[in-house]
């Protein structure tokens, strides 16, 4: 297999004296795959993704990067999109703003590239001129999506995108990860606890519990026949 893009190994995890939230993990991430991380409220995965976004250091363990990622080549897309915006920007100021900053254009190409960018994540029209209290939070998570996507990132960390959206919403945002994972040949994270969204998006899944991978493989092949009791704990309710 290409070698990782990131990885974890022996890595835990704890704040300062307090419990350990992650214990011995192992992972990988490798060119162009989408990888799950899956389970319940307080199994460790947003923390573990904390970590592999370089936002916090193991206590123990491993992190590894492939040398040619620079800090802005991995991105995160959080879970609350109007906490995420600076309320004063419009979407349009918002994404212009990383263009000028990070990309070291001018404004006017920044303004220009932003309204491009924001056309092709579905944000047109006066909604671009919109500050995110104007804007729904689907809007605003494409937003999100598309500040990440200015800086060009290889990699996208996305921390349950949709569970803060209504439900009519969330497919959409879904879908459109999906195909900028695909046109642009992202590797991603996908963070969550729901495990529709893990079985539809990702290539490879981990499962957390506890702080702990208790499972990992090709999502299709988790899905089908989970090993681990707790994994088929987790999977007792959907069905085939």
């Known amino acids: 297999m290409t070698d990782s893009l990131l990885s974890a190994r022996e890595v835990s995890f704890s704040y300062g004296?307090?419990?350990?939230?992650?214990?011995?993990?192992d992972f990988e991430l490798h060119p162009g795959e989408a990888v799950g991380l899956v389970g319940e409220s307080g199994s460790g995965?947003?923390?573990?993704?904390?970590?592999?976004?370089?936002m916090a250091?193991?206590?123990?363990?491993?992190?590894?990067?492939?040398?040619?990622?620079?800090?802005?080549?991995?991105?995160?897309?959080?879970?609350d999109p109007y906490s995420a915006l600076n309320p004063l920007l419009s979407a349009q100021a918002a994404v212009a703003e990383v263009f000028r900053v990070k990309g070291g254009r001018s404004r006017g190409e920044s303004k220009r590239a932003a309204r491009d960018l924001l056309a092709q994540i579905g944000i047109e029209g006066e909604a671009t001129e919109r500050r995110p209290r104007r804007l729904?939070?689907?809007?605003?998570?494409?937003?999100?999506?598309?500040?990440?996507?200015?800086?060009?990132?290889?990699?996208?960390?996305?921390?349950?995108p949709t569970s803060s959206l209504d439900v009519s919403v969330q497919a959409q945002i879904l879908n459109l990860?999906?195909?900028?994972?695909?046109?642009?040949?992202?590797?991603?994270?996908?963070?969550?606890?729901?495990?529709?969204?893990?079985?539809y998006m990702t290539d490879r899944t981990y499962v957390m519990h506890h702080g702990e991978i208790v499972e990992a493989g090709p999502t299709d092949a988790v899905y089908r026949q989970p090993r681990d009791p707790y994994t088929q704990k987790l999977l007792s309710g959907l069905t085939s």
């Open 177 to 199: 990860l999906k195909d900028l994972q695909r046109e642009r040949g992202l590797a991603m994270v996908l963070i969550s606890h729901d495990l529709d969204v893990i079985r």
């Open 17 to 25: 004296s307090g419990p350990q939230i992650l214990n011995s993990i």
């Open 136 to 160: 729904s939070g689907g809007q605003c998570q494409r937003v999100s999506i598309g500040r990440a996507l200015a800086i060009e990132p290889a990699v996208l960390i996305a921390d349950e």
């Open 57 to 79: 250091k193991p206590t123990a363990g491993d992190l590894g990067r492939d040398p040619g990622l620079g800090d802005s080549d991995v991105q995160v897309i959080f879970q």
């Open 45 to 54: 995965k947003s923390t573990l993704g904390r970590l592999l976004a370089g």
